[in-house]
C-alpha cells in the first residue's frame, strides 16, 4: 500500500506534483488515505468553511451548509445550486451554440460541428460565470443528470469516515 | 456471421493465404502474423500439457477455476479502491452521413443520414458490482457500422487493462462481475441477419467513451485525479483504398497512423500530442521511410494538427496531419473514414471537445510540372483550414475537395493527387479560463492552438516579439477574463428558460432528418427512453415520433429476422437483451 504526505496530495490538487511522484501513484496501489487528504486540500483552497462532502467537477462540491445542514451542490464562489440530489444544470445559466457562427468562435470552420447534428451547451455558474460543464449532444437531448452518488454508503462502507450530519 | 475455417493441423488453408494477401498492405508482415499466432498456440498447447503431466487434470481445473474467481472478486475490489457508488450517466454519437453524392452505394435505401447513439447508463453499487446499461441506444442502420454484443463487450475489456484493471491477469471473471444491458435491435445488438458488421470499430470505440467519463469522474471525486481521462480522440482518419502499388503489386492500404491520435486531458496535465489510441497499447504512427516504402503515397508534411485537442484548463492531446501525394500507383482508389459533422467525445468539467474532423483532398492538381518547373509546393500543414494555403501551391483549376464528408466511399486517385490524413485530438478538461498562461505560451509557440482562438477561448491578451515568439500578458489577461465571465453570464440564460424555447421546437419537430431519425429509432426500440425524453421536456401524451413519418427509406424499421429466427442456429446471448 502506498503511503503520500497531505503536502504531496495537495501539490497534486494543484497539478504541481513532480512526475516521479505521479508515477509511482499511477503504478503502485491506490493509497486508501488520499480521500480524507484530498477534502483537506480542497477545503484549504476555496473561500467558504461549509463542510465539502464530495467533489463533483473542478469547482463544484456537495457540501453540508453550515447554517441549514443541508446538503447542497455548491461553487466553490460560494453559489449555491441546490439540493445534492437534484440536477445542478437546470439551475445554471446556459449558452447553446447551435449556430455556425456561435461554433466559429470556439474552433474554426471545419474544425467545429455542424450544428444540424450537434449542438454545444455551455452551462455558467451565475454569480462567477465558471463554465462547469459542456454538453455536446444532438438538438433535443435531455440535460444529463451525469451524477447521482451513493453518499452514504461511500462514507459509511467504502472509505469509513464519519458522514456529516444532513437535515435534508 | 459465424467464424471461418482459415486452418487445418496448424497449417493455413491455400485460398485463405491467397485471398489475405490480395487484401492487406504488407503481405510479408501478415504471413509473418499469421505463423506467430500458429506458434502462440503451440506455445500455449505447451505449456498447458507441462502442467497437465505436472499438476494433473484435477489440479488444473481447479486452478482454471480459481483464477477466474480471482478475476471476478479482483475487479470488484478494484472498482471498490478507485469509484464512489452511484448512478453515472453520458453518452455518445457518430455521424452517419450517408446521404452525399461521394456516397456511392449499393442499396438505394443506405443512402440517408442518421445518427449513432449511445446513452450510458453505469450503475456502481455499495457492494462493489456495477452494471453498464445501453438502453435507449439507436437502431442497427445500413451501414457497416453495426456491431454484435461480443464485439461490444469484448472491446471493453481492451480498454479496461487500460483504465480500470491494469493488470496482464485480466480473464472471464471481469465479465462474471460485470452486468451489461444491450437491448436487443440496437446497433451494439441487432435482431436481423441483413446487418453488416466489417467496420464496427467506426462507433465501438466512441460508444463506450460514455464509461471512461463516468469512471472519470468517480476518480475525480475519489481523488485519484491522476487517473482522469477527459475522454478519447475519435482515432481516425482510416486511409484506406488500394490498386497496384509502386512495385506493380495488388495492394490494399490501411494506414494505422490513427494508432497515434492525441489523448485526452488528465485532471493534472495536458492530454499527450500524437500520442496513443485508447484501443491499442502502444501508441505509433510508424516512420515516414517505412511508410513511403509499403504504400504509393510519398509525404508532403507531417505535422501536429494545430487546434485539434479541446480547450480546458488541461488541454486535449493534438492530433497530426500528414498531406500524401498519390506517387508510381496504377488503378488507385482511396476513401475517408471517420467523424465530421460530430463529435464523439466530450470534454469533462468545463472543458470542450476536440476539434471535430474535415476531409480535404484534390485532384488534378498539375503538380507534376510545378515539380519539374521549380514551381512553389503544398508542404507542411493545413494550419487553419479557413485559410486554404494548400490550394495557393497547385492548379488552379485544380478539383478540391475540402468539407466535413469525413465517411465517404472509394474515388479515383491518380499520380500526384493529394489526401489530407487527419488524425484526431483528445479532448480538454476543466474551464479553460483556468488554463495557465505560461501553457499557453508554449501552446502558441508550438503551433498547438491558433492565437485567435487562444484569444476567444482562453481569454488571454497576447502579442509576438521581435523573434516571432509570443508572450501573454499576465496582468491584462486576468482582467480579460474577468471580463470574459460577465460576457458569459450577459449571453447565457437560465436553463429552465432555455429549455421553454427548446421544447417549443421539439413540439413543432424542428430539427434536422439525422436527429430525429435518431430518436425515432431509440424510441421505437425503448419505451422507457421515450417516456423519460417526454418526461423531461413535459410532452402532450400525443406527442409521437414514428420513423414512418420521416419520408426517408424506412427498410427495417418494421420487419427484422433475427438469426436466432433461423432453423439451425442457436444464438448465444451473454447480455441481458
Redesign the interface.
Known amino acids: 500500500m502506498s503511503v503520500y504526505t497531505q503536502e504531496q496530495v495537495n501539490y497534486l490538487v494543484e497539478g504541481k506534483l513532480d512526475w516521479e511522484t505521479t508515477m509511482r501513484m499511477l503504478s503502485m496501489p491506490k493509497d486508501d488515505d488520499r480521500f480524507r487528504m484530498y477534502l483537506n486540500a480542497l477545503q484549504s483552497k476555496v473561500p467558504w468553511d461549509d463542510k465539502i462532502i464530495l467533489p463533483i467537477s473542478l469547482h463544484l462540491y456537495v457540501a453540508q451548509n453550515k447554517a441549514t445542514k443541508n446538503w447542497v451542490t455548491k461553487c466553490s464562489c460560494g453559489h449555491e445550486f441546490g439540493d445534492y440530489r437534484k440536477n445542478w444544470k437546470l439551475e445554471a445559466l446556459v449558452y447553446v451554440r447551435d449556430t455556425p457562427e456561435a461554433m466559429h468562435e470556439v474552433y474554426p470552420t471545419l474544425m467545429a460541428p455542424d450544428t444540424n447534428w450537434q449542438v454545444y451547451r455551455e452551462y455558467y455558474c451565475p454569480e462567477c460565470g465558471t463554465m462547469h460543464d459542456v454538453e455536446a449532444p444532438t438538438p433535443w437531448y435531455p440535460v444529463i443528470h451525469e451524477f447521482e452518488p451513493d453518499i452514504e454508503a461511500f462514507y459509511n462502507d467504502w472509505v469509513h469516515l464519519p458522514l456529516p450530519e444532513k437535515t435534508n | 456471421m459465424t467464424c471461418r475455417k482459415t486452418g487445418i493441423n496448424d497449417t493455413p488453408l491455400r485460398d485463405w493465404l491467397h485471398e489475405s494477401q490480395r487484401n492487406v498492405r504488407t503481405t510479408k508482415y501478415w504471413i509473418l502474423d499469421e505463423c506467430t499466432r500458429i506458434a502462440g498456440c503451440h506455445m500455449i498447447r505447451a505449456l498447458v500439457e507441462e502442467v497437465l503431466a505436472a499438476e494433473g487434470i484435477e489440479n488444473y481445473t481447479k486452478f482454471a477455476h480459481e483464477i477466474i474467481e480471482e478475476g471476478r472478486r479482483g475487479l470488484q475490489a478494484r472498482i ?3 469509484t ?8 455518445a ?1 457518430v ?1 452517419i452521413p450517408y446521404d452525399h453524392e461521394d456516397m456511392s452505394l449499393a442499396s438505394e435505401f443506405g443512402k440517408m443520414n442518421s ?1 449513432m447513439h449511445a446513452p450510458c447508463e453505469m450503475t ?1 453499487r ?1 457492494d462493489a458490482t456495477w452494471r453498464l446499461n445501453f438502453e435507449g441506444a439507436s437502431r442497427w442502420g445500413w451501414h457497416s457500422f453495426n456491431a454484435n454484443q461480443v464485439a461490444f463487450t469484448s472491446g471493453i475489456w481492451v480498454m479496461l487493462t487500460q483504465t480500470l484493471v491494469p493488470t496482464a491477469r485480466i480473464n472471464d471473471g471481469a465479465y462474471y462481475a460485470t452486468e451489461f444491458k444491450l437491448p436487443k435491435g440496437t446497433w451494439m445488438n441487432p435482431d436481423d441477419r441483413r446487418t453488416a458488421h466489417a467496420y464496427a470499430w467506426h462507433f465501438l470505440v466512441s460508444g463506450w467513451s460514455g464509461i471512461w467519463r ?1 469512471m472519470s ?1 468517480s476518480y ?8 482522469v481521462n477527459a475522454g478519447n480522440a475519435n482515432t481516425s482518419n482510416w486511409l484506406q483504398g488500394g490498386g497496384i502499388n509502386q512495385d506493380g503489386e495488388a495492394h490494399a492500404v490501411n494506414s494505422f497512423e490513427p494508432a497515434a491520435c492525441g489523448t485526452g486531458a488528465c ?3 495536458d492530454g499527450l500530442n500524437h500520442a496513443a489510441a485508447v484501443w491499442n497499447p502502444e501508441g505509433d504512427m510508424g516512420d515516414i521511410e517505412i511508410w513511403e516504402m509499403a504504400e504509393p503515397l510519398l509525404y508532403l508534411g507531417r505535422n501536429v494538427k494545430t ?2 485537442g479541446g ?1 480546458g ?2 488541454r486535449g492531446g493534438c492530433g497530426f496531419e500528414t498531406l500524401r501525394m498519390v506517387w508510381k500507383a496504377q488503378d488507385w482508389s482511396m476513401y475517408f473514414m471517420g467523424n ?4 464523439s467525445d ?2 469533462l ?5 476536440s ?2 474532423g ?1 476531409r480535404f483532398e484534390a485532384h488534378k492538381t498539375d503538380l507534376q510540372n510545378r515539380i519539374r518547373e521549380g514551381l512553389s509546393l503544398p508542404l507542411g500543414a493545413d494550419r ?3 485559410n486554404t494555403e494548400y490550394e495557393r501551391h497547385i492548379s488552379a483549376t485544380a478539383r478540391v475537395k ?3 464528408q469525413c465517411t465517404t466511399t472509394e474515388a479515383i486517385f491518380e499520380n500526384h493527387d493529394l489526401y489530407l490524413n487527419y488524425m484526431r485530438g483528445g479532448p480538454g ?6 488554463r495557465d498562461c505560461a501553457a499557453l505560451e508554449h501552446d502558441l509557440n508550438n503551433r498547438f492552438v ?1 492565437p485567435e ?1 487562444a484569444e ?2 482562453y481569454g488571454v491578451v497576447i502579442a509576438q516579439d521581435s523573434n516571432q515568439v509570443w508572450e501573454v500578458d499576465v496582468e491584462k489577461t486576468a482582467v480579460r477574463r474577468k471580463q ?3 460576457e ?2 450577459a ?6 428558460e ?2 421553454k424555447e ?1 421544447r417549443a ?2 413540439l413543432t419537430k424542428h ?2 432528418i ?2 430525429r431519425h ?2 425515432a429509432t431509440s424510441f421505437d426500440l425503448s419505451v422507457k427512453f421515450k417516456n ?2 417526454k418526461a ?2 413535459d410532452l402532450p401524451d400525443a406527442w409521437d415520433l414514428p420513423e414512418s413519418e420521416l419520408g426517408v427509406p424506412s427498410f427495417g424499421s418494421k420487419y427484422r429476422m433475427d438469426l436466432s429466427k433461423l432453423p439451425d442456429v442457436r444464438t448465444v446471448t451473454l447480455v441481458e437483451e
Not at chain 2, 464512489?84 to 453518452?91: D, L
Not at chain 2, 475525480?220 to 487517473?227: D, I, K, Q, S
Open positions: 471498490k479502491a478507485m464512489v457508488p452511484g448512478v453515472y450517466r453520458r453518452v454519437f455521424d445518427i456502481i455499495p463516468g469522474q475525480f471525486a475519489r481523488g485519484y485525479l491522476e487517473e485532471a493534472i496535465k487546434n485539434s480547450y484548463k488541461f465530421g459533422y460530430m463529435n466530450w470534454g468539467m468545463g472543458g470542450y471537445p476539434a471535430t474535415y487553419n483550414p479557413e475540402r468539407d466535413q478538461f476543466g474551464d479553460p479560463l483556468d491558433l482562438f476567444k477561448v470574459v465571465r460577465k458569459r453570464i449571453r447565457a440564460v437560465p436553463t429552465r432555455w429549455m427548446e421546437r421539439i430539427a434536422s439525422q436527429v435518431m430518436f423519460e425524453f423531461f421536456w
